[in-house]
Protein backbone atom coordinates (compact mmCIF):
# COMPACT_ATOMS: atom_id res chain seq x y z
CA UNK A 1 0.00 0.00 0.00
CA UNK A 2 1.30 3.34 -1.19
CA UNK A 3 0.07 5.52 1.97
CA UNK A 4 -0.71 8.93 0.44
CA UNK A 5 -1.36 11.64 2.91
CA UNK A 6 -5.48 11.92 3.40
CA UNK A 7 -5.59 13.81 6.80
CA UNK A 8 -3.66 16.85 6.00
CA UNK A 9 -1.98 16.69 8.98
CA UNK A 10 0.46 19.85 9.65
CA UNK A 11 4.08 18.70 8.98
CA UNK A 12 5.25 21.93 11.28
CA UNK A 13 3.63 20.14 14.25
CA UNK A 14 5.08 16.38 13.32
CA UNK A 15 8.76 17.84 12.70
CA UNK A 16 8.25 20.02 16.40
CA UNK A 17 7.03 16.35 18.00
CA UNK A 18 9.93 14.67 16.65
CA UNK A 19 12.25 17.38 17.18
CA UNK A 20 10.88 17.33 20.95
CA UNK A 21 10.92 13.44 21.07
CA UNK A 22 14.39 13.59 20.26
CA UNK A 23 15.44 15.98 22.88
CA UNK A 24 13.66 13.92 24.90
CA UNK A 25 15.62 10.92 24.40
CA UNK A 26 19.00 12.66 24.50
CA UNK A 27 18.50 14.04 27.91
CA UNK A 28 17.65 10.44 29.34
CA UNK A 29 20.38 8.74 26.80
CA UNK A 30 22.64 10.91 29.01
CA UNK A 31 21.86 8.92 32.27
CA UNK A 32 22.01 5.85 30.43
CA UNK A 33 25.77 6.27 29.15
CA UNK A 34 26.74 6.96 32.75
CA UNK A 35 24.99 3.89 34.32
CA UNK A 36 24.58 0.25 34.00
CA UNK A 37 22.58 -2.36 36.27
CA UNK A 38 22.71 -5.85 37.57
CA UNK A 39 20.51 -7.30 34.19
CA UNK A 40 22.50 -5.46 31.60
CA UNK A 41 25.63 -7.08 33.27
CA UNK A 42 24.09 -10.61 33.92
CA UNK A 43 23.64 -9.87 29.84
CA UNK A 44 27.06 -9.37 29.09
CA UNK A 45 28.12 -12.71 30.54
CA UNK A 46 25.51 -14.82 28.96
CA UNK A 47 26.54 -13.50 25.78
CA UNK A 48 30.04 -14.40 26.60
CA UNK A 49 28.47 -18.07 27.39
CA UNK A 50 27.70 -18.57 30.94
CA UNK A 51 24.38 -20.43 31.54
CA UNK A 52 22.95 -22.98 33.48
CA UNK A 53 22.42 -22.83 37.11
CA UNK A 54 24.48 -24.12 40.40
CA UNK A 55 22.96 -26.84 42.77
CA UNK A 56 20.41 -24.70 44.17
CA UNK A 57 19.41 -23.86 40.58
CA UNK A 58 20.55 -20.48 41.49
CA UNK A 59 21.21 -19.23 37.59
CA UNK A 60 24.98 -19.11 36.95
CA UNK A 61 24.41 -15.48 35.04
CA UNK A 62 23.24 -14.54 38.47
CA UNK A 63 25.67 -16.62 40.90
CA UNK A 64 29.17 -14.30 38.86
CA UNK A 65 27.71 -11.22 38.73
CA UNK A 66 26.59 -11.45 42.80
CA UNK A 67 30.62 -12.12 43.19
CA UNK A 68 31.51 -8.96 41.42
CA UNK A 69 29.03 -7.14 43.48
CA UNK A 70 29.97 -8.48 46.75
CA UNK A 71 33.75 -7.68 45.54
CA UNK A 72 32.15 -3.90 44.67
CA UNK A 73 33.19 -4.13 41.46
CA UNK A 74 30.27 -3.74 39.60
CA UNK A 75 30.74 -0.41 38.33
CA UNK A 76 33.59 -1.54 36.24
CA UNK A 77 31.44 -3.62 34.12
CA UNK A 78 31.52 -7.87 33.85
CA UNK A 79 33.23 -7.47 31.04
CA UNK A 80 36.55 -6.06 32.15
CA UNK A 81 36.10 -9.42 35.60
CA UNK A 82 35.29 -11.78 32.97
CA UNK A 83 38.30 -10.95 31.07
CA UNK A 84 40.72 -10.61 33.69
CA UNK A 85 39.52 -13.72 35.43
CA UNK A 86 40.61 -15.72 31.54
CA UNK A 87 43.62 -14.06 31.28
CA UNK A 88 44.26 -15.09 34.61
CA UNK A 89 43.43 -18.81 34.87
CA UNK A 90 42.47 -19.28 31.58
CA UNK A 91 38.95 -20.68 31.84
CA UNK A 92 36.44 -19.69 29.97
CA UNK A 93 33.18 -17.64 31.17
CA UNK A 94 31.46 -20.79 32.08
CA UNK A 95 33.99 -22.48 33.72
CA UNK A 96 34.72 -19.47 35.68
CA UNK A 97 31.30 -19.01 36.67
CA UNK A 98 31.31 -22.84 37.81
CA UNK A 99 33.94 -22.25 40.42
CA UNK A 100 32.74 -19.27 41.48
CA UNK A 101 29.45 -20.85 42.66
CA UNK A 102 31.54 -23.68 44.53
CA UNK A 103 33.75 -20.97 46.00
CA UNK A 104 36.71 -21.81 44.34
CA UNK A 105 37.30 -18.18 43.31
CA UNK A 106 36.67 -14.75 43.80
CA UNK A 107 36.40 -13.10 40.56
CA UNK A 108 37.13 -9.72 41.77
CA UNK A 109 40.31 -10.73 43.99
CA UNK A 110 42.53 -11.82 41.09
CA UNK A 111 45.46 -9.98 40.19
CA UNK A 112 44.92 -7.60 37.52
CA UNK A 113 46.13 -8.09 34.07
CA UNK A 114 47.02 -5.00 31.52
CA UNK A 115 43.80 -3.63 30.65
CA UNK A 116 44.54 -3.78 27.00
CA UNK A 117 45.07 -7.69 26.86
CA UNK A 118 41.74 -7.89 28.71
CA UNK A 119 39.86 -6.05 26.08
CA UNK A 120 41.64 -7.81 23.35
CA UNK A 121 40.62 -11.61 25.20
CA UNK A 122 37.01 -10.24 25.47
CA UNK A 123 36.25 -8.49 22.26
CA UNK A 124 37.49 -11.96 20.63
CA UNK A 125 34.74 -13.52 22.69
CA UNK A 126 32.05 -11.18 21.94
CA UNK A 127 33.12 -11.04 18.30
CA UNK A 128 31.71 -15.22 18.24
CA UNK A 129 28.73 -14.22 19.61
CA UNK A 130 28.07 -11.60 17.83
CA UNK A 131 28.72 -13.47 14.21
CA UNK A 132 26.50 -16.22 15.49
CA UNK A 133 23.50 -13.53 16.40
CA UNK A 134 24.34 -12.50 12.43
CA UNK A 135 23.86 -15.95 11.10
CA UNK A 136 20.80 -16.01 12.83
CA UNK A 137 19.36 -13.18 11.34
CA UNK A 138 20.57 -14.09 7.70
CA UNK A 139 18.86 -17.34 8.51
CA UNK A 140 15.84 -15.64 8.83
CA UNK A 141 16.34 -14.11 5.63
CA UNK A 142 16.92 -16.67 3.80
CA UNK A 143 14.06 -18.77 5.20
CA UNK A 144 11.53 -16.03 4.29
CA UNK A 145 12.88 -16.05 0.89
CA UNK A 146 12.52 -19.37 0.45
CA UNK A 147 9.04 -20.23 2.19
CA UNK A 148 7.51 -16.90 1.95
CA UNK A 149 4.94 -15.00 4.48
CA UNK A 150 1.72 -13.66 5.13
CA UNK A 151 1.13 -10.52 3.64
CA UNK A 152 0.44 -7.32 6.26
CA UNK A 153 -0.81 -7.01 8.68
CA UNK A 154 0.27 -10.25 9.57
CA UNK A 155 -1.77 -12.00 11.57
CA UNK A 156 -0.66 -11.98 15.52
CA UNK A 157 -1.72 -14.82 17.64
CA UNK A 158 -1.09 -15.77 21.25
CA UNK A 159 -0.53 -19.23 22.98
CA UNK A 160 -0.54 -19.41 26.70
CA UNK A 161 -0.72 -22.72 28.51
CA UNK A 162 1.77 -22.76 31.09
CA UNK A 163 3.65 -25.81 29.55
CA UNK A 164 5.73 -25.01 26.46
CA UNK A 165 5.20 -28.58 24.99
CA UNK A 166 1.23 -27.68 25.04
CA UNK A 167 2.25 -24.29 23.99
CA UNK A 168 3.93 -25.87 20.58
CA UNK A 169 0.54 -27.70 20.38
CA UNK A 170 -1.07 -24.88 19.92
CA UNK A 171 1.25 -22.64 18.08
CA UNK A 172 1.61 -25.23 15.47
CA UNK A 173 -2.59 -25.27 14.82
CA UNK A 174 -2.72 -21.87 15.38
CA UNK A 175 0.16 -21.53 12.08
CA UNK A 176 -2.03 -24.04 10.25
CA UNK A 177 -5.30 -22.20 10.49
CA UNK A 178 -3.79 -19.31 9.22
CA UNK A 179 -1.33 -17.27 11.70
CA UNK A 180 1.63 -15.35 11.08
CA UNK A 181 2.87 -14.58 13.84
CA UNK A 182 2.90 -16.57 17.52
CA UNK A 183 3.36 -14.70 20.81
CA UNK A 184 4.00 -16.96 23.36
CA UNK A 185 2.79 -14.76 26.98
CA UNK A 186 5.04 -15.04 30.12
CA UNK A 187 3.78 -16.31 33.10
CA UNK A 188 2.38 -14.15 35.71
CA UNK A 189 4.87 -12.00 37.53
CA UNK A 190 7.96 -13.36 36.04
CA UNK A 191 8.86 -9.60 34.92
CA UNK A 192 9.35 -9.26 38.96
CA UNK A 193 11.84 -12.28 38.47
CA UNK A 194 15.50 -10.36 38.87
CA UNK A 195 16.39 -13.81 37.28
CA UNK A 196 16.28 -15.95 34.56
CA UNK A 197 14.77 -19.47 35.05
CA UNK A 198 16.46 -22.61 33.08
CA UNK A 199 15.61 -25.01 30.65
CA UNK A 200 12.15 -26.31 29.70
CA UNK A 201 9.15 -25.43 31.96
CA UNK A 202 5.38 -27.32 32.47
CA UNK A 203 3.59 -24.59 35.14
CA UNK A 204 2.96 -21.03 34.60
CA UNK A 205 -0.07 -18.82 35.37
CA UNK A 206 -1.58 -17.17 32.71
CA UNK A 207 1.37 -17.89 30.59
CA UNK A 208 4.74 -19.52 30.21
CA UNK A 209 8.12 -19.21 31.15
CA UNK A 210 10.60 -17.34 29.04
CA UNK A 211 13.72 -19.09 29.32
CA UNK A 212 16.37 -20.04 26.65
CA UNK A 213 15.07 -23.67 26.26
CA UNK A 214 11.68 -22.72 25.70
CA UNK A 215 12.76 -20.24 22.88
CA UNK A 216 14.82 -23.08 21.14
CA UNK A 217 12.00 -25.48 21.53
CA UNK A 218 9.29 -23.24 20.40
CA UNK A 219 11.93 -21.52 17.63
CA UNK A 220 11.99 -25.57 16.06
CA UNK A 221 8.12 -25.86 16.38
CA UNK A 222 7.38 -23.44 13.95
CA UNK A 223 10.18 -23.78 11.57
CA UNK A 224 8.73 -27.40 10.89
CA UNK A 225 5.24 -26.31 10.94
CA UNK A 226 6.69 -23.48 8.82
CA UNK A 227 7.94 -26.22 6.35
CA UNK A 228 4.67 -27.73 6.54
CA UNK A 229 2.72 -24.94 5.46
CA UNK A 230 4.93 -23.26 2.99
CA UNK A 231 5.22 -19.88 5.16
CA UNK A 232 7.62 -18.97 7.70
CA UNK A 233 6.11 -18.11 11.27
CA UNK A 234 7.85 -15.58 14.02
CA UNK A 235 7.99 -16.30 16.62
CA UNK A 236 7.48 -13.13 19.46
CA UNK A 237 7.92 -13.06 23.13
CA UNK A 238 8.35 -10.42 25.98
CA UNK A 239 11.51 -8.62 27.01
CA UNK A 240 10.19 -7.01 29.67
CA UNK A 241 10.85 -6.25 32.98
CA UNK A 242 13.53 -6.89 35.40
CA UNK A 243 15.54 -8.94 33.39
CA UNK A 244 14.82 -7.20 29.91
CA UNK A 245 17.96 -7.03 28.12
CA UNK A 246 18.94 -10.91 29.31
CA UNK A 247 15.74 -12.12 27.62
CA UNK A 248 16.74 -10.19 24.63
CA UNK A 249 20.10 -12.11 24.47
CA UNK A 250 18.31 -15.57 24.85
CA UNK A 251 16.19 -14.14 21.73
CA UNK A 252 19.03 -13.06 19.77
CA UNK A 253 20.59 -16.57 20.25
CA UNK A 254 17.73 -18.59 19.78
CA UNK A 255 16.05 -16.49 16.18
CA UNK A 256 12.93 -15.22 17.75
CA UNK A 257 11.71 -12.56 15.38
CA UNK A 258 9.53 -10.33 17.48
CA UNK A 259 9.47 -8.89 21.22
CA UNK A 260 7.66 -6.87 23.29
CA UNK A 261 10.38 -3.72 24.37
CA UNK A 262 8.99 -1.03 26.06
CA UNK A 263 10.41 0.37 29.17
CA UNK A 264 7.63 3.06 29.77
CA UNK A 265 5.16 -0.32 30.13
CA UNK A 266 7.28 -1.65 32.72
CA UNK A 267 7.25 1.37 34.71
CA UNK A 268 3.72 2.32 34.39
CA UNK A 269 2.72 -1.00 34.66
CA UNK A 270 4.37 -3.43 36.97
CA UNK A 271 6.24 -0.59 38.78
CA UNK A 272 10.02 -1.21 37.63
CA UNK A 273 11.79 1.34 38.88
CA UNK A 274 11.85 4.12 36.20
CA UNK A 275 16.26 4.67 36.16
CA UNK A 276 16.49 0.44 36.18
CA UNK A 277 14.36 -0.19 33.42
CA UNK A 278 14.96 2.74 31.04
CA UNK A 279 18.95 1.82 31.25
CA UNK A 280 18.15 -2.15 30.60
CA UNK A 281 15.55 -0.85 27.70
CA UNK A 282 19.16 0.37 25.95
CA UNK A 283 20.64 -2.41 25.86
CA UNK A 284 18.13 -5.19 25.06
CA UNK A 285 17.08 -2.60 22.41
CA UNK A 286 20.67 -2.54 21.00
CA UNK A 287 20.62 -6.46 20.93
CA UNK A 288 17.04 -6.79 19.38
CA UNK A 289 18.41 -3.91 16.27
CA UNK A 290 21.39 -6.03 15.40
CA UNK A 291 19.31 -9.37 15.55
CA UNK A 292 16.40 -7.96 13.20
CA UNK A 293 13.82 -8.41 15.81
CA UNK A 294 10.81 -6.37 15.27
CA UNK A 295 10.37 -4.52 18.81
CA UNK A 296 6.75 -3.81 19.71
CA UNK A 297 6.33 -0.91 22.18
CA UNK A 298 3.37 -0.42 24.65
CA UNK A 299 1.23 2.34 23.70
CA UNK A 300 -2.08 0.40 23.85
CA UNK A 301 -1.73 -0.36 27.45
CA UNK A 302 -2.39 3.39 27.97
CA UNK A 303 -5.73 3.07 27.05
CA UNK A 304 -6.40 0.27 29.80
CA UNK A 305 -6.26 2.61 32.32
CA UNK A 306 -6.94 6.24 30.51
CA UNK A 307 -9.85 7.27 28.00
CA UNK A 308 -8.82 6.58 24.51
CA UNK A 309 -10.72 10.16 23.18
CA UNK A 310 -9.32 12.45 25.81
CA UNK A 311 -5.47 10.12 25.87
CA UNK A 312 -4.96 9.71 22.70
CA UNK A 313 -2.52 12.32 22.00
CA UNK A 314 -0.33 10.63 25.02
CA UNK A 315 -0.27 7.40 22.81
CA UNK A 316 0.87 9.90 19.65
CA UNK A 317 3.32 11.23 21.89
CA UNK A 318 4.75 8.04 23.41
CA UNK A 319 5.07 6.58 19.85
CA UNK A 320 7.37 9.24 19.27
CA UNK A 321 9.38 8.96 21.73
CA UNK A 322 9.63 5.46 21.79
CA UNK A 323 10.98 6.30 17.44
CA UNK A 324 13.64 8.42 19.12
CA UNK A 325 14.65 5.54 21.90
CA UNK A 326 14.95 3.11 18.91
CA UNK A 327 17.12 5.53 16.67
CA UNK A 328 19.51 5.70 19.54
CA UNK A 329 20.11 1.76 19.92
CA UNK A 330 20.48 1.70 15.96
CA UNK A 331 16.96 -0.20 15.52
CA UNK A 332 15.70 0.90 11.89
CA UNK A 333 12.38 1.88 11.51
CA UNK A 334 11.21 -1.18 9.70
CA UNK A 335 11.86 -2.78 13.20
CA UNK A 336 9.91 -0.41 15.18
CA UNK A 337 6.19 -1.63 16.00
CA UNK A 338 5.26 1.22 17.44
CA UNK A 339 1.86 0.07 19.26
CA UNK A 340 -1.22 1.58 19.33
CA UNK A 341 -5.12 0.32 19.87
CA UNK A 342 -8.71 0.18 18.62
CA UNK A 343 -9.99 0.69 22.52
CA UNK A 344 -12.86 3.64 22.26
CA UNK A 345 -16.36 3.00 23.79
CA UNK A 346 -18.36 1.06 21.48
CA UNK A 347 -21.62 3.49 22.62
CA UNK A 348 -19.52 7.05 21.25
CA UNK A 349 -21.25 8.41 18.59
CA UNK A 350 -18.40 8.33 15.36
CA UNK A 351 -15.86 6.49 17.15
CA UNK A 352 -15.11 4.25 14.52
CA UNK A 353 -13.81 7.42 12.55
CA UNK A 354 -11.65 8.43 15.49
CA UNK A 355 -10.32 5.27 15.71
CA UNK A 356 -9.64 5.30 11.61
CA UNK A 357 -8.39 9.15 12.19
CA UNK A 358 -5.59 7.39 14.69
CA UNK A 359 -4.60 4.73 13.06
CA UNK A 360 -4.53 6.74 9.50
CA UNK A 361 -2.53 9.24 11.66
CA UNK A 362 0.40 6.62 13.11
CA UNK A 363 0.41 5.20 9.23
CA UNK A 364 1.18 8.92 7.68
CA UNK A 365 3.49 9.64 10.47
CA UNK A 366 5.53 6.62 10.70
CA UNK A 367 5.18 5.53 7.32
CA UNK A 368 8.24 2.80 7.56
CA UNK A 369 7.37 1.45 10.95
CA UNK A 370 5.21 -2.22 11.13
CA UNK A 371 2.84 -0.74 13.42
CA UNK A 372 0.93 -2.96 15.95
CA UNK A 373 -2.31 -2.64 16.18
CA UNK A 374 -4.10 -3.67 19.50
CA UNK A 375 -7.81 -4.85 19.54
CA UNK A 376 -10.40 -3.85 21.63
CA UNK A 377 -10.27 -5.31 25.31
CA UNK A 378 -11.60 -2.48 27.58
CA UNK A 379 -15.41 -2.61 26.71
CA UNK A 380 -15.68 -6.15 25.65
CA UNK A 381 -18.21 -8.08 27.61
CA UNK A 382 -19.78 -11.92 27.66
CA UNK A 383 -21.88 -10.83 24.22
CA UNK A 384 -19.99 -12.78 21.37
CA UNK A 385 -21.96 -11.60 18.79
CA UNK A 386 -21.39 -8.28 19.81
CA UNK A 387 -17.58 -8.70 20.37
CA UNK A 388 -17.07 -10.23 16.85
CA UNK A 389 -18.67 -7.00 15.42
CA UNK A 390 -16.32 -5.04 17.95
CA UNK A 391 -13.31 -6.93 15.95
CA UNK A 392 -14.59 -6.97 12.75
CA UNK A 393 -14.29 -2.84 12.62
CA UNK A 394 -11.00 -3.19 14.50
CA UNK A 395 -9.55 -5.15 11.59
CA UNK A 396 -11.61 -3.56 8.67
CA UNK A 397 -9.53 -0.19 10.29
CA UNK A 398 -6.42 -1.96 10.48
CA UNK A 399 -6.43 -2.72 6.48
CA UNK A 400 -7.64 0.23 5.61
CA UNK A 401 -4.69 2.11 7.15
CA UNK A 402 -2.11 -0.24 6.28
CA UNK A 403 -1.16 -1.43 10.06
CA UNK A 404 1.80 -4.22 9.94
CA UNK A 405 1.16 -6.53 12.95
CA UNK A 406 -2.38 -7.09 14.09
CA UNK A 407 -3.35 -8.71 17.08
CA UNK A 408 -6.41 -10.28 16.93
CA UNK A 409 -9.18 -9.82 18.68
CA UNK A 410 -10.52 -12.98 20.70
CA UNK A 411 -13.27 -13.58 22.72
CA UNK A 412 -11.51 -16.09 25.56
CA UNK A 413 -8.45 -14.40 25.54
CA UNK A 414 -7.65 -12.55 29.25
CA UNK A 415 -10.33 -15.24 30.83
CA UNK A 416 -7.75 -17.91 29.76
CA UNK A 417 -6.41 -19.78 27.46
CA UNK A 418 -8.18 -19.09 24.24
CA UNK A 419 -9.87 -22.29 23.11
CA UNK A 420 -8.56 -23.45 19.32
CA UNK A 421 -12.15 -22.79 18.08
CA UNK A 422 -12.11 -19.03 19.33
CA UNK A 423 -8.57 -18.51 17.71
CA UNK A 424 -9.72 -19.91 14.60
CA UNK A 425 -12.38 -18.09 14.00
CA UNK A 426 -10.27 -14.63 15.25
CA UNK A 427 -8.10 -15.87 11.95
CA UNK A 428 -11.51 -16.60 9.84
CA UNK A 429 -12.51 -12.90 10.44
CA UNK A 430 -9.69 -11.01 9.62
CA UNK A 431 -8.91 -12.96 6.99
CA UNK A 432 -12.48 -12.28 5.33
CA UNK A 433 -12.01 -8.81 6.00
CA UNK A 434 -8.21 -8.34 5.20
CA UNK A 435 -9.11 -10.29 1.54
CA UNK A 436 -12.32 -8.39 0.99
CA UNK A 437 -10.99 -5.33 1.60
CA UNK A 438 -7.53 -5.22 0.62
CA UNK A 439 -7.48 -2.12 -1.11
CA UNK A 440 -10.13 -0.26 -0.02
CA UNK A 441 -8.00 2.55 1.74
CA UNK A 442 -6.29 3.34 -1.81
CA UNK A 443 -10.02 3.80 -2.58
CA UNK A 444 -10.76 6.48 0.27
CA UNK A 445 -10.24 10.10 0.20
CA UNK A 446 -11.79 11.72 3.69
CA UNK A 447 -13.42 14.71 3.66
CA UNK A 448 -11.27 18.21 3.88
CA UNK A 449 -11.78 19.40 7.21
CA UNK A 450 -14.25 17.10 8.03
CA UNK A 451 -14.98 14.25 11.47
CA UNK A 452 -11.39 12.29 10.50
CA UNK A 453 -8.96 15.41 9.67
CA UNK A 454 -9.82 17.48 12.35
CA UNK A 455 -9.84 14.58 14.95
CA UNK A 456 -6.40 13.70 13.93
CA UNK A 457 -5.28 17.41 13.75
CA UNK A 458 -6.87 17.81 17.03
CA UNK A 459 -4.19 14.54 18.67
CA UNK A 460 -1.30 15.80 16.69
CA UNK A 461 -1.86 19.10 18.38
CA UNK A 462 -2.09 18.11 21.97
CA UNK A 463 0.76 15.71 21.16
CA UNK A 464 2.88 18.13 20.07
CA UNK A 465 2.27 20.30 23.16
CA UNK A 466 2.79 17.51 25.49
CA UNK A 467 6.22 16.75 24.00
CA UNK A 468 8.00 20.09 23.98
CA UNK A 469 6.32 20.10 27.60
CA UNK A 470 8.28 17.15 28.29
CA UNK A 471 11.00 18.22 26.42
CA UNK A 472 11.21 21.22 28.82
CA UNK A 473 10.42 19.42 31.99
CA UNK A 474 12.11 15.76 31.32
CA UNK A 475 11.05 12.36 30.94
CA UNK A 476 11.54 11.39 34.65
CA UNK A 477 9.24 14.10 35.86
CA UNK A 478 6.39 13.71 33.55
CA UNK A 479 6.23 9.77 34.24
CA UNK A 480 6.17 11.00 38.31
CA UNK A 481 2.82 13.32 37.33
CA UNK A 482 0.96 10.36 36.03
CA UNK A 483 0.53 12.25 32.34
CA UNK A 484 0.92 8.54 30.74
CA UNK A 485 -1.46 6.10 31.50
CA UNK A 486 -3.02 8.33 34.28
CA UNK A 487 -0.21 6.20 36.26
CA UNK A 488 2.06 7.93 38.70
CA UNK A 489 5.67 6.80 39.82
CA UNK A 490 8.62 7.79 41.46
CA UNK A 491 11.94 8.20 39.87
CA UNK A 492 13.38 6.73 42.91
CA UNK A 493 10.51 3.58 43.73
CA UNK A 494 9.29 0.83 42.02
CA UNK A 495 11.02 -2.77 42.18
CA UNK A 496 15.02 -2.69 40.97
CA UNK A 497 16.78 0.67 41.80
CA UNK A 498 19.54 -0.99 43.75
CA UNK A 499 20.32 -2.86 40.89
CA UNK A 500 21.43 0.30 39.39
CA UNK A 501 25.78 1.44 39.51
CA UNK A 502 27.10 4.83 37.79
CA UNK A 503 30.00 3.64 35.72
CA UNK A 504 33.37 3.65 36.51
CA UNK A 505 35.97 5.26 34.64
CA UNK A 506 37.42 2.38 32.23
CA UNK A 507 33.87 0.28 32.07
CA UNK A 508 33.42 -1.30 28.68
CA UNK A 509 30.82 -2.96 26.76
CA UNK A 510 31.78 -5.14 24.62
CA UNK A 511 28.53 -5.72 22.82
CA UNK A 512 27.27 -2.35 22.01
CA UNK A 513 30.51 -1.48 20.56
CA UNK A 514 29.86 -4.23 18.15
CA UNK A 515 26.44 -3.87 17.53
CA UNK A 516 26.01 0.01 17.26
CA UNK A 517 29.51 0.51 15.92
CA UNK A 518 30.83 2.35 18.98
CA UNK A 519 29.69 5.57 20.38
CA UNK A 520 27.11 7.63 18.48
Known amino acids: M ?18 AAKSIAENVQ ?39 IEGGGLEQGAAYWIGNAIVQTGGTPQRIAEKISKGE ?3 THLSAAKEEKIQDTIFEMAEETVDKIKQNRNKRSQLIETLGEGKKPYIYVIVATGNIYEDIVQA ?57 IGRYIRLCNYCSGLCMPEIAAMGALERLDMMLNDALYGILFRDINMQRTLVDQYFSRVINGYAGIIINTGEDNYLTTDDAVEAAHTVLASQFINEQFALKAGIPEEQMGLGH ?50 DALFNMVSIMTGQGIQLLGMLTEAIHTPHLHDRYLSIENAQYIFNNARNLGDEIRFKEGGIIQNRAALVLENAEKLLNQIAREGLFPTIEQGKFGGVKRSRTGGKGLDGVVKKAEGYFNPFIQLMVGGGR
Open 341 to 390: AFEMDPSLENGFLYELAQAQMAREIFPNAPLKYMPPTKYMTGNIFMGHIQ
Open 172 to 228: QAAARQGADVIAVIRTTGQSLLDYVPYGATTEGFGGTYATQENFRLMRRALDEVGEE
Open 2 to 19: IFLSKLNLDQNLIDSSRN
Open 105 to 107: IDI
Open 30 to 68: NFIDDHTTISTERTVARLLGVDDVDEIDKPLPNVLIDNI
